[in-house]
């Protein structure tokens, strides 16, 4: 006699990045949790350099499992994520990485792991939007959660040590940030939702599906994850002083009185660069390219917490 899955204990995959793993009991920690609160011991996926999380969570959903777990930093996330969008089958979060920049901007505990996976295990799922990008005119689309960028940012995530992550953990993109500082800009054109393209002289250029970055700061105040629109932020300094220009378009009162630092809205966007930039999404590098589309899917994503 077979028993039907209603009757079936829960059961979750946990895709995790080796290198971040905290202590070699984390997994025995897992199982042990996953058995005192009703679940089936998870199923265990370990990713390489070769296969970042997309080969591990497609593993995961031929299982059948009711959550895939992504632990590790925010590259895991958006890899597990990119195949988990669309399927209705829920993302966990266990924050092992620098970042975790979207465990932040959710709310997430990244203080105890197992504590994390405690919120997932009786948590409530959650819709959200994820935003789909191609470079250089691709078919390939790349998906992120919290944010992408061209040009200054995506240089400091490019050139931060790796060593200093793992002793100061984000400092050491304040210490990548102060060694890109000098810089030229590029001349692009930015064009949000088809509307008639703006063209500036940009350092960087940043779009957001949630507001908070490395540090606590807010580069989208009034972004959510949630609300079926993006924000974008164009850095444009002038002269010596032009980077004083951005920090008052940021974190000043009179945000949209600075043309150093403009804010859109939209569904999506294009950016043209004339010279080839380096690209980002959520904190990971990816390249360098002249030309960056992207698209918000609204609500393809569950996330339990």
Known sequence: MTTNKASSPQRAAVVINPVKAVGSDLRASLVRLCDTQGWAEPL??????????????????????????????????????????????????????????????????????????????????RTVDVVRSSF???EDENVFLVMAGVGYDAAIMADTVDVLKDRMGWLAYVEA???????????????????????????????????????????????KIDDGVLDLLILAPRGRLGWLGVAAGIFGRRKNETESAEYFQGKSAEVTLEHEQEFQL???????????AIRLDPGALKIRM
Not at 79 to 106: D, K, S
């Open 44 to 125: 265990w996926l370990e990713t390489t350099e070769e296969d970042p999380g997309v080969g591990q969570a497609r593993e995961a959903l031929e299982a059948g499992v009711d959550v895939v777990i992504a632990a590790g930093g925010d590259g895991t996330v958006r890899c597990v994520a990119e195949v988990l969008a669309g399927t209705g089958t829920p993302l966990g979060l266990i924050p092992l990485g620098t970042g975790n920049l979207l465990a932040r901007n959710m709310g997430v505990d990244i203080s105890d792991p197992v504590a994390a996976a405690y919120d997932v295990l009786n948590g409530t799922e």
């Open 136 to 138: 250089d005119h691709s």
């Open 177 to 223: 940030g102060i060694r890109k500082l000098p810089g030229k800009p590029v001349k692009a054109t930015i064009q949000v939702d088809g509307k008639h393209p703006v063209k500036r002289r940009i350092r960087s250029v940043m779009i957001g599906n949630c507001g908070r970055i490395m540090g606590g700061i807010e580069i989208f105040p009034e972004a």
């Open 282 to 292: 959520d904190g990971d590098h990816v390249g360098a390219g002249k030309h960056l």
